[in-house]
């Protein structure tokens, strides 16, 4: 990762199929890339089939850009692609962890007190849908949390305890399995991994959101190929008032780099989810997803 820049090139391809016909749906996609000083997008084309017979967009509480399109036609499937082409830049050259201060300077930063200041990045403090901080969570953060630690050592630390200690297994938990499932499993997918760290930062009073994107495919020589590259990608970014929020992939135990592409950050992975919304019909359904993240070089 000591290129001074990579380009790289992402297809998504979702299928859903359908048992019997939905005779109208509506949904949200997360599915446009975040544009910002360290992501530059080149390119990004999306297309729906069937087509849908009203689409717009619009900037979500978080800043993500969201698709919303209805479809009022009968139909048996549904196929979103999207093809991004994206230019990242190093983002961590000048971050020295063991600078940062002291976790409980930020906690206590950050901690809510009726009329004063507000500071945006405290609404990653507290519980969301998938996310209630936890005693347990606490117990297991602290060990990584000394007294005096600095904030980005502590999670760096944190984020290899939770890499070491759990199990990436796809089989073992769904799209909807709560931190606190996938904390007791000790195993999980990327999802669970982050929204565990998430929870145990939290659980300090720490600011910490969750980041959807993806992963490169193919690794670079004498790199191994990333856990969870073959799909959508979820991982950790963490506070720190001197460096802005810094991101952690426990999946990979590595900070997010050049080898990530940003999506969308929200409290948790409900906030983000690519595709979500209401159907009328459908029976039971099956779905088919395709990812491939290239590097077109530097």
């Not at 069937?50 to 979500?60: A, I, N």
């Not at 999207?82 to 230019?87: D, F, I, L, P």
């Not at 990584?144 to 199990?167: C, K, N």
């Not at 994107?213 to 001197?242: M, T």
Request: aromatic share 10%.
């Amino acid at each position: 990762m000591t290129a001074a820049r990579t380009v790289l090139s992402v297809s998504h391809r979702t299928t859903y199929r359908y048992s019997t016909f939905v005779e109208t749906a509506q949904h949200l996609a997360t599915i446009r890339p975040l544009s910002c000083a360290w992501q530059h997008v080149m390119l990004h084309e999306e297309k729906i089939e069937p087509k849908p017979s009203y689409q717009t967009s619009r900037v979500d509480a978080f800043g993500n850009d969201v698709l919303y399109f209805s479809l009022d036609a009968p139909h048996d499937s549904l196929h979103m692609t999207s093809e991004t082409m994206v230019h990242l830049l190093p983002r961590w050259a000048s971050l020295d962890a063991e600078k940062t201060p002291a976790w409980e300077q930020v906690a206590e930063r950050l901690r809510y007190r009726a009329g004063a200041a507000f500071h945006p990045e405290s609404e990653f403090c507290f519980a969301s849908p998938n996310i209630l901080p936890r005693a347990e969570w606490r117990a297991y953060a602290l060990p990584s949390f000394a007294p005096g630690t600095p904030v980005v050592a502590g999670a760096i630390d944190l984020m290899h305890r939770i890499h070491a200690d759990f199990e990436y297994q796809p089989s073992a938990t769904a799209f909807d399995t709560p931190a606190s499932r996938a904390f007791e499993l000790r195993r999980g997918v990327c999802q669970d991994f982050a929204q565990v760290m998430i929870g145990c930062l939290r659980s300090l009073g720490l600011p910490a959101r969750y980041v959807s994107g993806y992963l490169r495919n193919d690794p670079a020589p004498g790199q191994p190929k990333l856990i969870g590259a073959d799909a959508s990608h979820a991982w950790v970014s963490v506070f720190c008032p001197e460096s802005g929020w810094v991101d952690l992939d426990p999946t990979n135990d590595v900070l997010a780099d050049l080898d990530h592409v940003t999506l969308a950050t929200g409290r948790d992975y409900s906030d983000v989810s690519l595709l979500r919304g209401m159907i009328l019909g459908g029976g039971q359904h099956q779905v088919e997803v395709a990812v491939s993240v290239l590097a077109l070089g530097a």
